[in-house]
């Protein structure tokens, strides 16, 4: 049988008690980036879901055929799988997962939202300008050198080699949508970063905290993680605010 999904870089589901929470991975990951956190949170009696979004896990030809609409509903999909059987469902997405989760925040009754290392805009780069003209003559972007403070996650992370430039231009779209659209999240966030983040430079947490619509919004600092800080060595410290997080709006809404 011909397989298309990379090995262990599958969705995963851990049914559990009645408040769900749906994971998003990040801008050619996979769900593997949030496997650590869905085991945490499972074994603390939440029902998680990590999604895989369209295009990703597979091929790296397969992204630049789907569109930042694709990846939304990838991530509506999951809302209404996991959302059938619990009673209330928090959004928590990594890089371009957590403004994935921002902006469905805005569409779908999500009890809270936890944004990690998640983008406000691209950096600037006079390139950007170009970029519908780039991808027929450039079809990829290097990704720069691995900077991981946990070696070790490094050796079997799944992601893409490099950035289609196709794809690149639909980031860069959905970032837009997303920022024209935080003053609409009115449901509480918590927002969290890495100072050493040198793919989303940590600017980006205190933006994405002014445009936002909600009351309840707060901000959570890391010092030793690069990006991806589901699988860096402070993960604990994110699992657990998460874990705080939803606590504090579970408890709120008894």
């Not at 805005?106 to 809270?112: D, K, M, V, Y």
């Not at 060595?233 to 657990?240: D, H, T």
């Amino acid at each position: 049988m011909t397989t298309y999904l990379i090995p262990t870089a599958e969705p995963f589901y851990f049914p559990g008690g009645p408040t769900g929470c749906l994971l998003v991975h990040g801008f050619t990951g996979s769900p593997k980036e949030m496997l650590w956190m869905g085991e945490y949170l499972s074994q603390r009696g939440y029902s998680v879901l990590g999604v895989r979004l369209a295009g990703h896990a597979t091929r790296i030809e397969d992204l630049p055929r789907t569109r930042w609409q694709d990846w939304c509903a990838s991530v509506e999909d999951g809302w209404h799988m996991l959302s059938k059987s619990c009673r209330q469902t928090f959004l928590a997405g990594l890089s371009m997962g957590g403004a994935l989760c921002l902006l469905a925040a805005t569409q779908l009754p999500a009890a809270g939202v936890v944004a990690m290392s998640t983008p406000y805009d691209l950096p600037e780069d006079p390139r950007r300008r170009y970029l519908k003209l780039m991808y027929r003559l450039q079809p990829s972007v290097a990704k720069g050198p691995p900077d991981w403070h946990n070696p070790q996650a490094a050796l079997d992370h799944v992601d893409y080699p490099s950035y289609p430039t196709r794809s690149i231009l639909e980031l860069d779209a959905l970032l837009a949508e997303m920022r024209a659209n935080l003053h609409k999240v009115k449901t509480p966030v918590l927002l969290a970063h890495s100072r050493q983040d040198n793919s989303v430079h940590p600017e980006n947490m205190q933006a994405i905290f002014n445009a936002l619509g909600a009351d309840q919004k707060s901000m959570l600092w890391i010092d030793d993680s690069n990006h991806v800080i589901t699988r860096e060595p402070e993960r604990l410290r994110v699992f657990q605010a998460a874990e705080n997080f939803f606590q504090r709006i579970e408890n709120n809404a008894v």
